[in-house]
Nanobody, 126 residues
Framework: QVQLVESGGGSVQAGGSLRLSCTAS????????MGWFRQAPGKEREGVAL???????TYADSVKGRFTISKDNAKNTLYLQMNSLKPEDTAIYYC????????????????????WGQGTQVTVSS
């Protein structure tokens, strides 16, 4: 049974930083596409960043240059380093993974990943 558990969310002031973690069980981070998504109140869930098995990354335009996705395969953990946070980054952040064997990442505008965590709240105040 695949489980993805996020941690590291919290409340920060604009300009601050947070690092989110996603620990996987029943799933190997080295084999398939993984990513971070977010959903703000009243908005649809959107892609933030994706990473494939050879560490090729894709970012939403809104976070380029501020967020960095990475993973530690030895710890089976996915990360999202978020710097220069803005109030519009406030959302619930979800970790997601594609089914094993699917190395390629879908377009970041899609939500074509198969496994999802429960989410962690990030709140940025001005």
């Amino acid at each position: 049974q695949v489980q993805l558990v996020e941690s590291g969310g919290g409340s920060v002031q604009a300009g601050g930083s947070l690092r989110l973690s996603c620990t996987a069980s029943g799933y190997s981070t080295r084999d398939s596409c993984m990513g971070w998504f977010r959903q703000a109140p009243g908005k649809e869930r959107e892609g933030v960043a994706l990473i494939n098995p050879i560490d090729r990354t894709t970012y939403a335009d809104s976070v380029k240059g501020r967020f960095t996705i990475s993973k530690d395969n030895a710890k089976n953990t996915l990360y999202l380093q978020m710097n220069s946070l803005k109030p519009e980054d406030t959302a619930i952040y979800y970790c997601a993974a594609r089914s094993p064997g699917f190395a390629a990442c879908p377009p970041i505008s899609s939500r074509g990943l198969n496994y999802w965590g429960q989410g962690t709240q990030v709140t940025v105040s001005s």
